[in-house]
C-alpha cells in the first residue's frame, strides 16, 4: 500500500512569492493535516481537513492556507513568503476525524530567500 | 495551552547499551505515537498507545504509557548503529487533529 505522498520534494522561492505544496494521503484516509518543523522549533501543527473541509487550524498567519479535493487531497498555500517560513513541510493522513494515528509523508522542503 | 517534555535531547552511546527517552507532560493525552525521523525524511511511525498502563515492544523497543496517561517511556535495549536518529513523541489532547510534539531526542549509536 503506497504511503502518503508529497510534491515537490524540494522548493525554491523569493521573499514575496506564493508557494504551493501537495499531498495526497494513504487511500482510505479521509483526513489529512499539515505541520511545519523548521530549524530549531519543532513540529508546528498548522492545518487539519476532512472530507473537504477545514476543521482546525494551528498558530498561524491567515496566509498560511489550503484545501482538501474530493479525491482527499490536499493543497497547502503560503502566501507573501517570508524568510522564516523556510522549513520542512510535512503532510500527514489519518482514517476517521482528527483522533487516529496520523501517518507522514516525505514532506517538501521549502527555501525562501 | 499544551506542552510536551521530551528528554534528554541528545543522547550519544556505545552499541550494546541501553537507554531510555521520557515524554512528560501536565495534561492528560488521549493517545501518545512515537515516531523516528531521518534527517530530511518524514516522521516514521513507531508505536501508538492509548490505554493508561499500557507497553508495548517492538523487537528491541519497549514503549510504556503512563497510568494517568501523561507521560510515556521509549527504552532501547542492546542499542545498534542502525538505531541513531531523531525520536519524537507526539501527543493527541481530544482537540481535534491536532499533534502536540516533544523537543525529540537525537540519539547517536556508536560503534
Known amino acids: 500500500e503506497a504511503g502518503v505522498t508529497q510534491s515537490p520534494t524540494h522548493l525554491i522561492k523569493t521573499r514575496g512569492q506564493q508557494a504551493t505544496l501537495r499531498c495526497s494521503p494513504i487511500s482510505g484516509h479521509t483526513s489529512v493535516y499539515w505541520y511545519q518543523q523548521a530549524l530549531g522549533l519543532g513540529l508546528q501543527f498548522l492545518l487539519w481537513?476532512?472530507?473537504?473541509?477545514?476543521?482546525n487550524r494551528g498558530n498561524f498567519p491567515p496566509r498560511f492556507s489550503g484545501r482538501q479535493f474530493p479525491n482527499y487531497s490536499s493543497e497547502l498555500n503560503v502566501n507573501a513568503l517570508e524568510l522564516e517560513d523556510s522549513a520542512l513541510y510535512l503532510c500527514a493522513s489519518s482514517t476517521f476525524t482528527g483522533r487516529e494515528t496520523q501517518y507522514f509523508g516525505p514532506g517538501t522542503r521549502l527555501l525562501v530567500l | 495551552t499544551q506542552l510536551l517534555e521530551q528528554s534528554p535531547q541528545f543522547l550519544s552511546i556505545q552499541e550494546g547499551e541501553n537507554l531510555t527517552v521520557y515524554c512528560n507532560s501536565s495534561?492528560?493525552?488521549?493517545?501518545l505515537q512515537w515516531y523516528r525521523q531521518e534527517p530530511g525524511e518524514g516522521p516514521v511511525l513507531l508505536v501508538t498507545v492509548v490505554t493508561g498502563g499500557e507497553v508495548k515492544k517492538l523487537k528491541r523497543l519497549t514503549f510504556q504509557f503512563g497510568d494517568a496517561r501523561k507521560d510515556s517511556s521509549l527504552h532501547i535495549t542492546a542499542a545498534q548503529t542502525g538505531d541513531t536518529g531523531l525520536y519524537l513523541c507526539a501527543g493527541m489532547y481530544n482537540q481535534g487533529g491536532k499533534l502536540i510534539f516533544g523537543q525529540g531526542t537525537e540519539l547517536s549509536v556508536k560503534p
Open positions: 495534561s492528560v493525552f488521549s493517545s
Open positions: 481537513y476532512d472530507e473537504g473541509e477545514e476543521r
